[in-house]
């Protein structure tokens, strides 16, 4: 029998499978449920200090495609494809001091298996500092295995929370140095997609003493207009706002920012997140390089927390590694990294010379136009 278990930033894991932090994680009896089905681990909705009030409505919807035509739609009809998530839901509408008990009897439930808090705090100046050091130690105490720290929420308005931290290289640094002061348990950072380029942000949060990046949350998006009604398809009085995209159609573009990182960090641990449903989804993150990764929008759409998308993991990871002999994820882990390159590194006919852009004959770039001879 294959041993799916893993050791990732120092935590020994029953198998390489998350819940992400999302609607499965936002409760004691969901988590607990999660863990009955297998998962090895759940990152919690994320837990704030404050209360928030969701928008009125609807927070979430799911993108599908007409099997047998191009239509796009969120409205629910038979014989369709899911192509995505779309969401504006704010953090855990439940404070810390809702949570804390629940982490204690959820720790003490399933001692082995893994709990990782997701906070976030406001970073503006040192007192919202010190309020993500008291929702660090508070969780500490309740026997969390780790932290993941939102830097990643696309729909925060204050320019000092979500993804605006994420944004902010120096807020990277002081907020994961902050946490990192206080924290006895490793630290995760979850970075946004939504910058020009994400190793720098990941720098900042190395720098300031993170143990890992989980990568990526939701894409900033918004949902398509109603041909018919001329109202965006998710709208409250006709009004949206920026939401994000998750689910299948952001696969390739979290491998993409997956596969920067792990060119620009070697030896560095990373949790890959982005439209997993299935083992061959999970494997391009893990041959990226990723330890562990983390599902959200699949589990939504099982029963809530996935009791068939962990089953269907698990199952496929373990086939993966007897056909091929593999005894342990480390096997495998990463050997792929190496061929993602540059364009210029991709080879060419042989017949032709690859000039990258750079001289006056190549490809896309017109030959300057004769100088006329002026005797
Ligand atoms: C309804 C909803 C709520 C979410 N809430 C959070 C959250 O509180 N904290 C967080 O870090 N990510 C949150 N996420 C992002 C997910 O954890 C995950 O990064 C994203 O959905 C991409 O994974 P997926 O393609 O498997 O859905 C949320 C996603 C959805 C769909």
Known sequence: MADLSTTFTGIR??????????????????????????WGGVVTKTIGLHPVVNVKGPKTKFLRADNSDV???MSKRPNTTLVASWNWELISDKTVDWWIPRL??????????????????????????????????MCQDAGVDGFELNFSCPHMDRIDMGSNVGK??????????????????????????ATANIVEEAEASFRGGADAISSSNTFPSLPLIDPNTLDF????????????????????????????????FSGKAFSGIGGISNFDHALSYFLLGCGTVQVCTAAMLDSAIGPNVIKALTAGMTEFMEKRGYASADDFRGIRRDRVVAHSQIKRPEQLEYHGGYEDDVEGYAKPAEQPVTA
């Open 104 to 137: 204690e009897k959820i720790k003490k439930a399933y001692p082995d298996r893994i709990l990782i808090a997701s906070i976030m705090a406001g970073s503006g100046n040192d007192k919202e500092l010190r309020n993500w050091q008291a929702l660090t130690t």
């Open 71 to 73: 239509r796009l739609s």
């Open 13 to 38: 894991f029953p198998n390489p499978f998350l819940l992400a932090s999302a609607p499965p994680t936002e409760s004691d009896s969901n988590i607990m449920r999660a863990f009955e089905a297998g």
């Open 233 to 264: 398809e998710m709208n409250v009085e006709g009004y949206v706002s920026s939401g994000g995209l998750g689910g299948p159609a952001i696969l390739p573009l979290s491998l993409a920012k997956m596969a920067q990182l792990m060119k620009a």
């Open 168 to 193: 902010d290289k120096v807020l990277c640094s002081v907020v994961t140095m902050a946490v990192k002061e206080v924290a006895k348990v490793p630290v995760w950072v979850k970075l946004t997609p």
